[in-house]
């Protein structure tokens, strides 16, 4: 059973950085691209950032050049580093496989306060 656990969310001010933990778990993760996405109050869950199993990134327009997503496969976690970031950056955050989800973890809470 695959299991996510993201960390790392908290309280900045806009222009802060934060950097969020996602702890995997039941697979190898290796072998499967990973997704940070997130969702904002009354919003539906979107995509911010992905990074393949070979290493390549890619980041929706929004965040691209604030946000850098990364992996380290022998600790079996992926990180989102946010950069800059601003009252829109809020949401509550998700990592997951990038093309057949599993179950969501809890999330992590971020909040870039005015």
């Known amino acids: 059973q695959v299991q996510l656990v993201e960390s790392g969310g908290g309280l900045v001010q806009p222009g802060g950085s934060l950097r969020l933990s996602c702890a995997v778990s039941g697979i190898n993760l290796r072998m499967y691209d990973m997704t940070w996405y997130r969702q904002a109050p009354g919003s539906e869950r979107e995509w911010v950032a992905f990074i393949t199993k070979g290493g390549l990134t890619s980041y929706v327009d929004s965040v691209r050049g604030r946000f850098a997503i990364s992996r380290d496969d022998t600790k079996n976690t992926v990180s989102l580093q946010m950069n800059s970031l601003k009252p829109e950056d809020t949401a509550v955050y998700y990592c997951?496989?990038?093309?057949?989800?599993?179950?969501w973890g809890q999330g992590t809470q971020v909040t870039g306060a005015e």
């Open positions: 997951n496989k990038r093309w057949v989800p599993t179950a």
